[in-house]
């Protein structure tokens, strides 16, 4: 599955429909319209462990959403009341793990531990047609290991409630590769989960499951933004933490950025933090971005692997809302899918696009 929150884009969307991706993690009944909107013959997850029940009611009756996660008692009665007692639902216990290998955690919100998930095991083995476990390990997962981890807690709940398990989902979390957070190969991810996944006692025509959305989407945008003033080793640029760039002010992320001009500038490099465009100090990207030290205003900036959680994350605040959106063919910033089109005629380079 992709997980549609972390790029909604319909551009990306019918990318990943093209490119075999069947799949939708969905999260709102608002990315449910979306998406069933653009692809009819989609399959969507409901995979938010807590809906409001008209949405569950509109999703099962009008647009087809047989999948749906929980973590509780109540939740489940939601469900079921709101698909009135439906027998074709495919059902996802959320377990709670631990998000120590990941850069952004998942872990506190939602879950159940998974030696309290035995009487909820139980009680959704009872009304689903197919009984899933998911869990998510956090965001940018650096260490495969966690999901070794999260798949230790899943066969142990497992054992304890002695139910029969169709799907285990390992969510998503799979990371992408920016300035000072490169994974090792996503292959070594694959391994220890088959690993482990071998290890549990399940059927087996068992499905494996897993919903990225971070891995998918990190390398399909980059953010082009202009440089409005500079002061030392600081530049006023035209978007930010209330924009695309609220993972680079509000976590300190970092994104890999380039000088976009017509001529190469042949300055050293040297290392900048940015303003954003609103009225408050809160925006503000420290960085460290390494620029040639001629940067001034009017220059544009690209910020790459903005695919995943930037746009999505843009706000209207102080009036600086959504500037255009171009679609345009062009390598990424970076990969770690090791593909690069460097030889496809569709290439656009962005100074081109200025
Ligand atoms: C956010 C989220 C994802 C995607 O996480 P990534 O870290 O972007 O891969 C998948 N599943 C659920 C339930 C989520 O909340």
């Not at 139910?163 to 989902?169: A, G, N, P, R, S």
Request: with cysteine; aromatic share 8%.
């Amino acid at each position: 599955m992709y997980a549609v929150k972390a790029n909604p884009s319909p551009d990306l969307i019918r990318t990943l429909w093209d490119s075999g991706i069947t799949h939708f993690d969905v999260a709102s009944i608002a990315e449910v319209r979306l998406v069933r909107g653009l692809l009819p013959h989609a399959t969507l997850c409901f995979m938010h462990p807590i809906k409001g029940e008209e949405a569950i009611r509109e999703a099962y009756a009008v647009h087809g959403v047989r999948t749906f996660s929980l973590d509780s008692l109540d939740e489940l009665a939601k469900i079921v009341a709101a698909t009135d007692g439906a027998t074709d639902l495919t059902l996802c216990v959320r377990l709670r793990v631990s998000s120590a290998h990941s850069k952004l955690s998942l872990a506190s919100k939602f879950g159940i531990a998974a030696d309290e998930a035995g009487p909820l095991l139980m009680a959704t083995r009872q009304v689903a047609d197919a009984l899933g476990i998911c869990f998510h390990v956090g965001s940018q997962a650096m260490s495969p290991q966690a999901y070794g981890d999260a798949l230790g807690q899943v066969r142990a709940a497992i054992v304890a409630a002695g139910v029969t398990v169709d799907i285990v989902d390992v969510g998503g979390g799979f990371p992408s590769i920016y300035p000072g957070m490169e994974p090792g190969a996503l292959e070594s991810y694959f391994e220890v989960i088959h690993r482990a996944y071998e290890a549990l006692p399940i059927s087996y025509s068992a499905e494996l499951w897993c919903e990225p959305g971070r891995a998918l989407s990190a390398e399909y945008a980059s953010l082009l933004v202009r440089v409005e003033a500079r002061k030392g080793d600081v530049l006023y640029i035209n978007d930010g933490a209330y924009g695309a760039l609220f993972d680079a002010a509000h976590v300190g992320w970092r994104f890999p950025v380039e000088l976009v001009r017509e001529e190469t500038s042949h300055a050293r490099t040297m290392e900048f933090s940015f303003w954003g465009p609103t009225c408050d100090d809160m925006d503000f990207m420290r960085g460290p971005f390494a620029l040639p030290a001629d940067v001034q205003a009017g220059d544009m900036i690209e910020i790459g692997m903005l695919g995943a959680y930037g746009c999505a994350m843009r706000t209207g605040f102080n009036g600086f809302t959504a500037g255009d959106t171009v679609i345009a063919t062009d390598e990424p910033m970076d990969s770690v899918y090791g593909v690069t089109q460097e030889s496809s005629e569709n290439v656009i380079p962005l100074r081109k696009l200025k």
